[in-house]
């Protein structure tokens, strides 16, 4: 293991060595920049603080993440096959953060899962804050080359690289996320900033969070085999200009929940800032939303401030609308996007659906403008692709 462990680490190690006799954890060896001492295997290893060095966890050891841990540029988190990190569920500032210019390697497998999870006995949502990946890829919330900063953390993010790598996420799970951070804002299970496409991801599930699972800041992130149960806010959610792609997704509702998508193609508190103007418009291909019937679900997806979407075999089941459109024919042209081509649904299949299309974009356009294929649509094969490392199906 590398020296990684900055004064404020070392600290509360320290303070971690002195509560051993009553919380029942091994001793810990502290590592610090001044040399290293190697760690009880076994040990319990709080982590936390600004890490200037790579950081490689070890499967014999456990860890637990009691703090904000950011990963400064430079550097990489590496997170072995089958590995358990466990957050402390204080709910308030506890997530992990990859910054700028660093990178995480997380590779599990089907059979050994990566879990981000709380250490609660009985864990609900919200109990810590979440994973937060941030890059170089453009986002149109700021002119050029110029970065904006994140909401958690306060971490820049954006750029004009589309290719910017960010590492790899394969079959990892995160649990109980969304707590707030800062005393206010809260997290998402796993938080895209202007993530580029040379980030790997895919086999990814974000479980009983309490705020959105996944979502994106911009960004040309591609993401594959994503699974988000029980997400009280929106389950998928983009912004600030992704551009990304999204293939084979699975989302089901629970009792507290909002929308299964909500999508912008801007950030409405900062504004389109981009030179020449463009929004969000991702393609989503192989999309299954299950909500709690029509009676008790509102939108599956919502598209609003001008996004742009491309569909291909979609399933939603039990709202009472399948898409809620919304925008204006000026600034937030949602609606211009399905008479321009831009945005459309290709193969979906409505079950238990009371209205199927919602315009409240002011530009005029029918069900068959937006709509082919209706009652085409299998969605995801999520029983194959989501078996033996998902929860909660």
């Known amino acids: 293991m590398k020296n990684y462990l900055v004064f404020g680490f070392a600290l509360l190690g320290l303070l971690s060595i ?6 029942d954890t091994a001793d810990i ?18 982590l936390s603080g600004t890490y200037t060095e790579d950081l490689t966890l070890d499967i014999n050891n456990s860890y637990k993440v009691n703090g904000s841990l950011i990963m400064e540029s430079g550097t990489t988190l590496t997170v072995p096959a089958g590995m358990t990190l466990e957050a402390l569920a204080s709910g308030a500032d506890v997530y992990i953060a990859i910054s700028q210019g660093a990178k995480i390697n997380a590779v599990g497998t089907a059979a050994n899962p990566i879990i981000f999870t709380s250490d609660a ?19 149109n919330s700021v002119a050029g080359t110029a970065t904006a900063t994140s909401e958690i953390a306060s971490l820049p993010y954006g750029g ?13 799970r995160v649990q109980y996320s969304g707590g707030a951070a800062d005393g206010q804002s809260e997290n998402n ?44 806010d929106d389950s998928i959610d983009w912004t600030e200009g992704y551009t990304g792609t999204i293939t084979d997704a699975y989302v089901k509702h629970g009792a507290d929940h909002d929308k299964g998508i909500e999508a912008d193609g801007f950030n409405t508190d900062i504004g389109n800032n981009s030179n020449p103007i463009y929004f969000s418009s991702p393609t989503l291909t192989n999309l299954t939303i299950i909500g709690l019937g029509s009676a008790n679900s509102s939108e599956a997806i919502r598209l609003r401030a001008g996004t742009r979407a491309t569909f291909t075999n979609v399933v939603l089941q039990g709202y009472a609308e399948g898409f809620d459109l919304d925008g204006n024919d000026t600034d937030s042209p949602t609606g211009a996007g399905v008479t321009s081509g831009e945005t459309s649904v290709t193969d979906i299949l409505f079950t238990d659906i009371t209205l199927k299309v919602k315009n409240d974009t002011g530009v005029m356009f029918t069900d068959a403008d937006f709509i082919t294929g209706d009652g085409n649509g299998t969605g995801t094969d999520y029983a194959t692709w989501g078996a033996g490392w998902t929860v909660g199906n």
């Open 29 to 46: 060896n502290i590592i610090n920049n001044g040399g290293t001492t190697p760690v009880t295997p076994g040990s319990t290893i709080f």
């Open 160 to 172: 004009n690289n589309a290719a910017d790598d960010s590492g790899i996420l394969r079959y990892v």
């Open 18 to 23: 002195t509560s051993c006799a009553s919380d």
């Open 189 to 232: 299970g796993i938080s895209f900033y202007g993530v580029g496409n040379g980030t790997t991801v895919e086999y990814i599930q974000v479980f009983e969070g309490k705020d959105d699972g996944v979502e994106f800041f911009g960004g040309t992130v591609n993401v594959n085999n994503v699974s988000v149960v029980n997400a009280q």
């Open 121 to 139: 006995s009985a864990p609900t949502a919200g109990d810590w804050g979440g994973l937060i990946l941030l890059g170089s890829a453009p986002i």
